[in-house]
């Protein structure tokens, strides 16, 4: 009789571990992506991580700073651009952002980017409980999504150069064009074109100057250029 009622405890015990390695799943580290906006107000993104966090059950979780990333603790407080709770609609835990983070920064350096939030995530199983030993850490980074919203800008423009009309066809006049794009990846490519400029004097600049190739900022004399025809062109 002893022994019956020590195997039946021992199942009891092991269901209930069970349920809580369930509610707060299995990942050490979660990981979630939000594009990044620039806007100020509350944005309508949400990520549903609850499918593999926490199999649709509630917890009570909660999201400090990560003590090893100081520019995240700095700048992006948890609380101030995200929240997480649980959708009974969905049944399911969410994680929204709630204000819009500028994933460029300010120069086309890479260093002043935002691209990886780092938290520490708490779950505690137990939606009755915070007790601390039921507590499970997990990692939770956000990937700030790079979104192509910013358009190329010249570098030391407008750029002026003289050329002499003896400048053989072919020939490069000027390498100096440069531009950057705040962007990343594809979305800060750059590709230069030559097209027909507004200024006052009316000529035709694409007739006499090309640029050989569109990833190259350098100019070339396309036709033959004669100075009693033209003087200025844009
Ligand atoms: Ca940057
Ligand atoms: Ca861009
Ligand atoms: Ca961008």
Excluded: H
């Excluded at 007790?131 to 939770?140: E, G, P």
């Excluded at 190739?213 to 100075?227: H, K, P, R, T, Y």
Aim: aromatic share 10%; net charge negative.
């Amino acid at each position: 009789m002893f022994l019956l009622a020590s195997i039946t405890l021992l199942i009891l015990r092991s269901t209930t571990v069970l349920s809580q390695s369930n509610a707060c799943g299995t990942e050490s580290t979660i990981v979630v992506r939000f594009p990044e906006s620039l806007s100020s107000q509350a944005t309508p993104f949400s990520v549903d991580f609850i499918q593999t966090l926490l199999n649709g059950q509630p917890a009570n979780v909660v999201v400090n700073s990560e003590p090893n990333d100081r520019f995240t603790t700095q700048f992006y407080p948890f609380n101030d651009y995200f929240t997480i709770s649980y959708n009974t609609i969905v049944k399911a835990m969410q994680i929204r952002m709630i204000k819009g983070i500028d994933r460029d920064g300010t120069t086309s350096s890479t260093e002043d980017d935002v691209n990886i939030l780092q938290y520490q995530l708490v779950c505690y199983p137990d939606v009755s409980s915070v007790a601390s030993n039921s507590a499970i850490f997990k990692v939770l980074k956000i990937q700030i999504v790079d979104v192509n919203d910013n358009a190329p800008i010249f570098i030391n423009a407008p750029y002026s150069i003289s050329v002499n009309e003896l400048t053989p066809v072919g020939m490069t006049v000027f390498r100096g064009i440069s531009a950057t794009d705040l962007d990343e990846g594809p979305n800060k490519q750059i590709f230069y074109s030559l097209s027909v400029g507004t200024s006052q004097f009316n000529f035709n600049g694409t007739a006499y100057f090309n640029l050989p190739s569109e990833q190259d900022g350098i100019l070339a004399v396309l036709n033959a250029i004669d100075f009693e025809s033209m003087y200025r062109v844009t």
